[in-house]
């Protein structure tokens, strides 16, 4: 995203190089001067005169008034021009803002009137620029009524084949106005603080970018300097001076926590020491900030801007209820339903901002990244203490009842939450896109507050029936690349007749808008909607699971405990990754590695050789477990044997392990035959989640166990018995051989085998 920044200032740099080349020469109206009406015009897109509007005055004009336009001409083409004149012609006036809004689509020819041409000395080469001043009357210009009035700058040359025609225009408007409107409408600004995170999951500085985005004419520079520039009075009811129009700062507390360690002194990038360069830049524009903010109510936005669309959809509430800046008294689980006693969030947020800023930002007020929440998303963050919601016109259904095209504008409404109507402010679409694109929009910056002036003057002049009057709400993106002088110029005019400057606080109290609250349906699936790549968004979620298991695990508050890995969630599911699909896979992906690792930091130690030995048959097998975390964790061991056979392994239970010791445990055995045992030994959370590495070990043992010493002495009982066998078939053998001796003479005995 800062590279798209970078890359889109240096291309207005190049385009606006050439204009600080040339001396002002100054054009006034002659009517002997006009020329025949110009050739044929060429398509507008080949006019070679760029156009630059510096002074448009006054804002409004009362009839009979003069109109001053000044502003520069520059030579974009690769000719020389000559014989340059300009002049201004009028469109048909406009009365109401829908009738504007029409004209955008059908524009106006700006033939009802026009002023004299008016010469511009010298030629313009190619690359060369002018200055010019043009006056006319609104009598010149046939300006009879009150209202807005389309004006188009006509700029005519010769070229070098003799040819006069329109070179260059520009498109603008003057408001007449008589007397201003019975009823004001109150104007009220909610200014975003906000850049994309440049530290990495572990928390250290990926890049130092930031360094530039604080420095003189960086972006955050020109935002910040808009509210500097603010011209201040002695309002009614003060005693000390301070700005004419109250604005409302959002503010991303990660934006000021970068800062803040910028700030400290030296820091690394990437690794390498002292590589940061911002300290000094750092410091300056967070002093700047603290006196702005003295003067102008923070709203503390959630911990890194989260996407709560994008994390509601991909079934991740807890991680917005974690990240808002006020603690939830219910937790919510992945289902979005409460948890008694669950991992309680803590307002890191809030306490971050008062104690870096001096104040107490509001932390009831929650702005819509995109301008749109679901209506689950409401529910989710007003369990975690959010009252009211900021969403922009074309989040609802019924956008004209804010815009002011059907009735009075009203920026206060409510919208149909999951629970019930949600208080809502509504910010005007139009005139907060305005803001944002003033520094590119077509003539230049005067041209776009001129615009903005108009739109405003328009809805003041309509008539209301509520007596509260109108009310308005200008939010730019949260990426505003601001001309500080331009966008204070557009918050003071609402210092105008017609117009009052407001808070957000005057809003809530204000008319109530006609909008039956039905948000519009958002286009295409859930996460690509919320803007989120859903590959990032996939790996945010695996991270958020490992996250949750550890979390299990951790003795004592886990909130605690894995707070800077939750603040690293936040960061990588920042809605300020919307548009950079590769940032943000790249961040999110180096979230899900990070919270992988912290695994790899509770494991077992496998012993020196592999192998060990047990001097009984009941000796126990004895493991270390290394705990390199900072918090203490609670761990089941999983001792398994290959096929279960001669030895037996008995239950430890869940064991705690201090924070960066080393633990060792007594396993339970039983051997039931002496050997070589092939263990395997792992850890895991006590939610089951694998934790450091399996080890392998060789269990030996020479003891007999139960079974073979009853083999043994089975053994030797039947040794035995075979012994006393043979002694008493020998005893036998001896007293039949005496026998035989004692026979008598002539005794015949039967042969020993029979006859043949």
């Known amino acids: 995203m800062t590279r798209r920044r970078s890359a889109r200032v240096l291309a207005t740099a190049l385009l606006t190089l050439p204009l600080l080349a040339a001396a002002p020469v100054a054009a006034a109206p002659s009517a002997a001067a006009a020329p025949a009406a110009p050739a044929p015009d060429p398509a507008a897109d080949d006019r070679p005169v760029a156009v630059e509007v510096t002074r448009l005055d006054p804002r409004t004009v009362a009839p009979g008034g003069t109109v001053t336009v000044e502003g520069r001409l520059t030579n974009t083409g690769t000719e020389t021009l000559?014989?340059?004149?300009?002049?201004?012609?009028?469109?048909?006036?406009?009365?109401?803002?829908?009738?504007?809004?029409?004209?955008?689509?059908?524009?106006?020819?700006?033939?009802?009137?026009?002023a004299p041409f008016a010469t511009v000395a010298g030629e313009l080469a190619p690359g060369d620029e002018v200055a010019f001043t043009y006056t006319a009357t609104t009598a010149d210009l046939g300006m009879d009524r009150d209202g807005v009035h389309p004006l188009l700058l006509n700029v005519n040359a010769t070229g070098p084949d003799g040819g006069k025609s329109r070179?260059?225009?520009?498109?603008?408007?003057?408001?007449?106005?008589?007397?201003p409107p019975a009823t004001a409408t109150s104007v009220a600004w909610l200014w975003p603080l906000v850049e994309p995170t440049h530290r990495d999951a572990a928390g250290g500085f990926a890049d130092d970018d930031l360094a530039a985005e604080v420095s003189a004419d960086g972006r955050l520079d020109r935002a910040l300097a808009v509210?500097?520039?603010?011209?201040?009075?002695?309002l009614p009811g003060a005693v000390e001076p301070g700005p004419v129009a109250p604005v409302t700062l959002a503010v991303d507390p990660v934006l000021v926590e970068e800062l803040a360690l910028m700030a400290e002194g030296p820091y690394a990038v990437a690794g390498q020491e002292g590589a940061g360069t911002g300290t000094e830049a750092a410091a300056a524009w967070l002093d700047r900030l603290r006196a702005v903010a003295a003067d102008h109510t923070v709203v503390a936005l959630p911990y890194g801007d989260v996407d709560a669309d994008a994390l509601q959809s991909a079934g991740l509430p807890a991680v917005v209820t974690r990240s808002l800046p006020r603690a939830a008294q219910d937790p919510v689980d992945g289902d979005g339903g409460a948890v008694v006693g669950g991992d309680s969030p803590g307002p890191a947020g809030a306490d971050l901002l008062a104690e870096q800023l001096g104040i107490e930002p509001r932390t009831d007020l929650a702005w819509a990244a995109g301008g749109s929440l679901r209506a689950d998303t409401l529910a989710t963050l007003a369990d975690g203490g959010v009252d009211t919601v900021v969403l922009d016109s074309g989040a609802l259904a019924a956008a004209d009842a804010v815009l002011g095209l059907d009735g009075g504008a009203a920026a206060r409404a409510t919208v149909a939450g999951d629970d019930g109507p949600v208080p809502a402010l509504v910010a005007d679409g139009r005139l907060s896109d305005l803001v944002g694109s003033a520094r590119t929009t077509e003539g230049g910056v005067r041209v776009a507050e001129q615009r903005y002036l108009a739109e405003l003057v328009l809805l003041s002049q309509?008539?209301?029936?509520?007596?509260?009057?109108?009310?308005?709400?200008?939010?730019p993106p949260r990426d505003v690349d601001p001309d500080p002088d331009a966008v204070a110029a557009m918050i003071t005019d609402t210092a105008l007749p017609g117009l009052r400057p407001a808070s957000l606080a005057d809003l809530a109290a204000g008319p109530l808008s006609g909008a039956d609250g039905a948000l519009a349906p958002a286009d295409g699936d859930p996460p690509q909607a919320a803007g989120l790549d859903p590959a990032a968004l996939a790996d945010v979620a695996a991270a958020v699971e490992l996250r949750d298991d550890l979390a299990g695990a951790v003795v004592g508050e886990p909130a605690d405990a894995l707070a800077p890995y939750d603040a690293a969630t936040a960061r990588a599911a920042s809605a300020s990754w919307r548009g950079d699909p590769e940032g943000s896979r790249v961040v999110a992906a180096d979230l899900r590695a990070t919270l992988g690792g912290l695994r790899e930091q509770v494991s077992l130690l496998a012993p020196v050789e592999g192998s060990y030995?047990?001097?009984?048959?009941?000796?126990?097998?004895?493991?270390?477990?290394?705990?390199?975390?900072?918090?203490?964790?609670?761990?089941?061991?999983?001792?398994?044997t290959r096929d279960n056979v001669g030895l037996a392994i008995g239950d430890v239970g869940v064991l705690e392990v201090a924070p960066e010791q080393r633990t060792t445990l007594q396993v339970p055995t039983q051997l039931s035959q002496s050997g070589r045992f092939a263990v395997t030994a792992a850890l895991t959370t006590p939610d089951g989640g694998r934790l450091g590495d399996p080890v392998?070990?060789?269990?030996?043992?020479?003891?007999?166990?139960?079974?073979?010493?009853?083999?043994?002495?089975?053994?030797?009982?039947?040794?035995?018995?075979?012994?006393?066998?043979?002694?008493?078939?020998?005893?036998?053998?001896?007293?039949?051989?005496?026998a035989e001796e004692e026979q008598p003479e002539g005794t015949v005995w039967p042969p020993s085998r029979s006859p043949v």
């Open 82 to 114: 000559t014989e340059l004149t300009l002049r201004l012609q009028r469109g048909a006036v406009v009365t109401t803002r829908a009738e504007l809004l029409a004209a955008d689509a059908d524009p106006d020819p700006v033939t009802a009137g026009s």
């Open 167 to 179: 070179v260059g225009e520009v498109r603008t408007s003057v408001v007449q106005q008589t007397a």
């Open 227 to 234: 509210l500097e520039r603010l011209p201040t009075a002695v």
């Open 462 to 475: 309509q008539p209301v029936a509520d007596p509260a009057g109108q009310s308005v709400l200008v939010a």
């Open 613 to 640: 030995s047990l001097a009984s048959n009941d000796a126990p097998l004895v493991l270390t477990v290394q705990n390199d975390l900072p918090f203490a964790v609670r761990v089941l061991v999983d001792v398994r």
């Open 696 to 738: 392998a070990i060789q269990v030996r043992s020479t003891t007999y166990g139960t079974i073979s010493l009853s083999i043994t002495i089975g053994a030797a009982v039947l040794l035995g018995l075979l012994f006393l066998r043979r002694g008493v078939l020998f005893v036998l053998r001896r007293r039949r051989g005496a």
